[in-house]
DNA sequence: ATCGCTAACGTACGGTGTATAGTACAGCGT
DNA sequence: ACGCTGTACTATACACCGTACGTTAGCGAT
């Protein structure tokens, strides 16, 4: 390997290999340690060299968006429809926790991209199936689609927070200073609070409460069948 | 040598003053833009007078987060419970879309300050004297709270969103760019999933949904049958 | 008068995103 | 074989960030 290698290769670099390389930051050092030089760092080259591929930074982000939605699978065929909502909702969570990142970059930034058309296609396809109106659909997704969302964002959150020695000690503090005479029954649930937050169980109740609000309405309308 | 802790700042400077200086500059320069030196610039100070009331930056986050959610109302009295439970909800979402720097506290941060406290108080209160058993009650109060946050922060992201003409731009070229054949349902569509994208009316609908999902599921005892 | 305490300031460091300009190589028409 | 041109990357620079550290000024108690 003598000297003439230290020429730089022209075509090491791409977008696949950058979106990757960010990812992969974002997971190991953390979302917000994230930064266009790390990533540079990572792939041998100098911040700039980025830019070729992406506008700016919000552009690299659309492409890590997307390139984390595109493994949202497929809706389940031949099956109830509040069963194709659940199964859709929770392979969402699912792929959230799997990469928290996801959900500081679909909160910050809205509905865009190839594949997040994808899974809104999906739902809205099973909701229009199962004799959803235009609008009752569209809300339904938007319901749907912003309590995953807040409740696994939350759910992070608060996991994150625990891995914090600093910010962990600082919520215990506060917590334990309330007087039970002000807030007597934080106090009381404290235990149940704590326990509660987060989890399927968490999740699956308020999903749960929902489509038991959607099928408690005369929301669907199928030709055949006006009620059960 | 008893007492005696009446020190003087020696100029004006205190917690209150701060804390106002940099909500007002996150609400009129956007919460983004907000910075501890564009606060000290506010108050014609140096940046490093601000670490003599705070710790650092997430501290003085938490002290504006406590000071916005002291203007949340009381829970009003002589309801019923579903009433109540959405003007908690309602006066919440109020709350954040009046300050909308508020959303992006409460999401990066999980509860922790005074006020949090009575707000989460306040709701628990009315879940408890619905009949809800400690663990259920618990369960939908964080139900109610991501599903407040989640929906009213997309909401806001929405909002701002379309206030950037770059980002609008974008989001409105990949809408077009979406191929019909491949995804039919957003096409056809798309004009109710933008006008069902944040309102009162998608916000009710999916808190409706929830508080039915409530009251067609047996977790409420009325004081009458309670065995719990 | 002197000490200790502390509010506030100034300086400096290491970090960020990115605008701008420069540089080396690939592939081409001739 | 040669020079041109476009592309891929580097180098430099700027404005800004949070904050660690050290300094100064003025008060209260001794």
Chains 1, 2 share one sequence.
Not at 44 to 64: Q, W
Not at 75 to 99: F, I, K, N, T
Not at 208 to 218: H, M, P, T, V
Request: proline share 5%; net charge negative.
């Amino acid at each position: 390997m003598a000297g003439a290698k230290t020429r730089t290769p022209r075509n090491t670099l791409n977008p696949e290999l950058i979106v990757r390389a960010a990812l992969d930051l974002m997971e190991t050092k953390g979302t917000d340690a994230f930064s266009l030089r790390g990533v540079a760092a990572e792939l041998g080259v100098g911040p700039m060299a980025l830019y070729t591929y992406f506008r700016n930074k919000d552009d690299l982000y659309d492409a890590v968006r997307n390139h984390l939605m595109a493994l949202v699978p497929a809706v389940p065929e031949g099956e109830s429809w509040p069963d194709q909502v659940r199964a859709v909702c929770r392979d969402l969570r699912r792929l959230l926790l799997e990469h928290p990142c996801l959900a500081q970059l679909l909160g910050s930034r809205p509905l865009s991209g190839h594949e997040t058309a994808r899974v809104a296609e999906g739902l809205l396809g099973v909701l229009r199936s199962a004799g959803f109106d235009k609008e009752t659909a569209a809300r339904t997704h938007t319901t749907l689609f912003t309590y995953v969302l807040g409740a696994t964002s939350w759910e992070i959150q608060m996991a994150t927070e625990r891995r914090d020695p600093e910010a962990w000690r600082r919520l215990r503090t506060t917590m334990e200073s309330l007087s039970s005479a002000e807030f007597p029954t934080v106090v009381e649930l404290a235990p149940e609070l704590a326990r509660t937050t987060g989890g399927d169980e968490q999740f699956d109740y308020g999903l749960d409460l929902l489509l038991a609000g959607l099928e408690s309405s005369n929301a669907v309308r199928t030709p055949a069948s006006r009620s059960r």
